[in-house]
């Protein structure tokens, strides 16, 4: 059975700190996606990467970074957390190829508070 | 404008009925297209791809229009446990690294009751 793991369900952080979010895959997959989802809002692209050390902004990348020195994982960094930033934060994984089913799987997300 | 836009409802429909959902698009070079189902508090999971020859899975039937940059859904015979976000999909090619980015639309809701 495919999976993306990540690292924490739930998780309550402070206005100003550091926080990870970590994400694996073990498909095998080049693309990696990190996405945030609001009400009303829906998902929101915030960084994707389709290779080792490569990454690209999406849509609302501003306060956010990321890491990908493995494959398999990839990272997300709030720099320095705000209440702005709670949300439920979806990682994703998909092939890059055009012939194969491109659908893009997901881990099942970590809530995040920042208070 | 939204890249792929979609009917938020919520639909509110009896069992037995059939509903259908429909959501646009606006990159004419996306290659791939699903439709994903949500439910509360959970991640998106697949529930079925979309070709231009229309597909089926039981109760549920996708098309697409490439044409018109248009695709929908209809769920026949719903069933209680159909309620959930219903999410359209579509896959443009982003120009870096050759991938296909998964856009979503914000989603729409269904109400399936007794």
């Known amino acids: 059975d495919v999976k993306v793991t990540q690292s924490s369900r739930y998780l309550v952080k402070r206005t100003g700190e550091k926080v990870f979010l970590e994400c694996v895959q073990d498909?095998?997959?080049?693309?990696m996606f990190w996405y945030r989802q609001d009400p009303g809002l829906g998902l929101r692209l915030i960084y994707f990467s389709y290779d080792v050390k490569m990454k690209e902004k999406g849509d609302i990348p501003e306060g956010y970074s990321v890491s990908r020195e493995k494959k398999e994982r990839f990272s997300l960094i709030l720099e320095s957390a705000s209440t702005n930033q709670t949300s439920m934060y979806l990682c994703?994984?998909?092939?890059?190829?055009?012939?194969?089913?491109?659908?893009?799987?997901f881990g099942q997300g970590t809530r995040l508070t920042v208070v | 404008r939204k890249e792929v836009e979609q009917d938020p409802g919520p639909f509110n429909v009896p069992e037995g009925a059939t509903v259908a959902f429909n959501c646009t698009y606006s990159?004419?070079?996306?290659?791939?297209f699903f439709w994903y189902r949500q439910d509360c508090r959970k991640e998106p999971k697949l529930l079925m791809s979309v070709y231009s020859s229309g597909n089926e899975d039981g109760r549920f039937t996708a098309q697409l229009n490439r044409a018109s940059q248009y695709i929908s859904l209809l769920i026949r015979d719903s069933k209680l446990s159909d309620s959930a976000t219903y999410l359209c999909v579509v896959n443009p090619l982003h120009a870096s690294g050759g991938s296909y980015i998964p856009t979503f639309g914000r989603g729409t809701s269904l109400i399936v009751h007794p």
């Open positions: 994703a994984s998909s092939s890059p190829r055009v012939d194969a089913n491109t659908e893009a799987f």
């Open positions: 498909m095998d997959h080049e693309n």
């Open positions: 990159n004419s070079a996306s290659q791939s």
